[in-house]
């Protein structure tokens, strides 16, 4: 996601840093070419505009000019605008002081409506609540099974039943949160391939009659431009009170994550990252801004390592790093701990540093790569893994045919292990900078 904008951002503020003193000719030239990244990656031009007059009023000025790190101080001011642009703050859906709580998902076909009521039911039920679907989507049957199935896999109840209408659907829902002790009604509604009447009336049939706690919008990422307009279109005649953009993990170039909230004044209160049901999270304007930048996402990766990982585990796994005597045992833990983070190319996106070209690095650490490296690991003998000082040239080959692997790849693991160690003993003697080693995936 955003890989091109990154790319174009992080090129133009690396000629910026490498030219020393700044003049204010060269700050309105960097800007010129973030101006060209944003409409590149589909930004609405308006947006565009207004963006990059706020930019400019702040970062041509003296105040900038005479810093110690003008280069910097442009960064900040760019940073900051686009967290402003998209909205400031997380936008968290509200939940009615009254129960149940009524959250309608709507929008077209294919936007992902369906997949995002199930990943929001299951991501309230993780928060305590007990919520309740309703497939309203009543036109397309195989989205009711569809709902049904995400359903089971999270164990949350499906209100639905034939030749029932849509408004009909939502007041059975209602009744059954009562019925059921259910504190969140999701309604996952009808969606069409084109903003149209029909779809209008109906949904505002149904706010009619159970009046909406939250109205999302569910956008796919990935239709730039025309997923703005489609918010614009809804936002005319439904009281909508949020969006939840789709297929951020796809190839969308940006556009509608940067525009939809400028244009529509509605704030992206939910993203999707991908096609599992855990795949969603709140949005988070400062730490987005901080990827489309090419400076990571750490907080997210160390909020899903606190998720995922046994605390015991990490606690004993940090103190081993500390006393360096980590042996190739702990190796194995930490790629157990590694792995519980997702797929390794989602985590390498994450890392600072890892935007733009060097994204690109991660499409070649496949998880198949460390497959291998744990059936290297796997073919060793437990005094192999305590002391691999002992693994000598027979060893090797015997451990390289055990776990289908070659020699080389052996003697790289285990080139890269004793670069690890190094690095971890320096950690131990001083706090200063580290040099990351090269992982062996
Ligand atoms: P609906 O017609 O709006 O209900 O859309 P669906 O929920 O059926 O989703 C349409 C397609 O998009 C399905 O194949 C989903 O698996 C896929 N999809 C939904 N959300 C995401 C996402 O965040 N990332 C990716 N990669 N695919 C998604």
């Known amino acids: 996601m955003f890989d091109a904008l990154t790319e174009k951002l992080q090129q133009t503020f690396k000629r910026m840093r490498n030219k020393g003193r700044l003049t204010e000719a060269d700050v309105k030239e960097a800007l010129r070419e973030v101006r060209l990244a944003l409409l590149e990656a589909d930004v609405n031009f308006k947006v565009v505009r207004e963006f990059l007059g706020r930019v400019e009023a702040r970062a041509v000025g003296q105040d900038v000019l005479e810093s110690l790190t003008p280069d910097q101080a442009v960064i900040r001011i760019v940073r900051d605008e686009l967290i402003q642009l998209m909205g400031s703050h997380v936008e968290r859906v509200h939940m009615a002081s009254n129960p149940p709580t009524v959250i309608y998902m ?121 997923a703005v307009r489609v918010a614009e279109a809804f936002k005319e005649r439904l009281p909508l009170t949020g969006v939840v953009m789709t297929k951020l993990d796809g190839d969308a170039r940006g556009g509608a994550a940067l525009s939809i909230r400028e244009v529509t004044q509605l704030p992206i209160k939910l993203v999707g990252s991908g096609e599992k049901l855990e795949d969603l999270e709140p949005f988070n304007p400062d730490r987005m801004a901080s990827r489309i930048l090419g400076m990571g996402d750490i907080l997210t990766l160390i909020e899903k390592a606190e998720a995922s990982m046994d605390r015991e585990d990490t606690q004993a796994l940090a103190e081993k790093i500390t006393k360096a005597d980590f042996t190739l045992d702990d190796f194995r833990a930490m790629i157990d701990q590694v792995k519980k983070l997702g797929p390794l190319s989602k985590v390498m996106e994450m890392m600072p540093g890892m935007g733009g070209k060097m994204a690109k690095m991660k499409d070649k650490v496949d998880d198949r790569s460390v497959v291998r490296v744990e059936a290297i690991l796997n073919s060793m003998t437990k005094k192999e893994r305590q002391r691999p000082e002992i693994i000598d040239g027979s060893r090797r080959l015997r451990i390289a045919r055990g776990s289908g692997t070659t020699v080389q790849e052996v003697n790289r693991l285990l080139k890269q292990f004793d670069e690890i160690k190094k690095m971890m003993k320096q950690m131990k003697g001083k706090k200063g900078r580290m040099r990351m080693p090269r992982m062996p995936f």
């Open 106 to 226: 709507v929008g077209l076909q294919g936007a992902g409506k369906t997949t995002a009521s199930a990943k929001l039911a299951r991501m309230l039920r993780h928060q305590g609540r007990q919520p309740l679907l309703v497939a309203a989507d009543i036109y397309r049957p195989a989205a009711i099974d569809q709902l049904k199935v995400l359903a089971d896999k999270i164990q949350v109840p499906v209100v639905t039943e034939p030749s029932k209408t849509p408004v009909e659907l939502a007041e059975l829902g209602k009744a059954a949160s009562r019925r059921m002790a259910k504190d969140v009604i999701i309604i996952d509604t009808a969606g069409r391939l084109h903003v149209d009447d029909d779809l209008m009336g109906e949904l505002e049939a149904m706010n009619a009659r159970i009046p909406a706690n939250e109205m999302l919008l569910v956008v796919d990422a990935m239709t730039g431009q025309d």
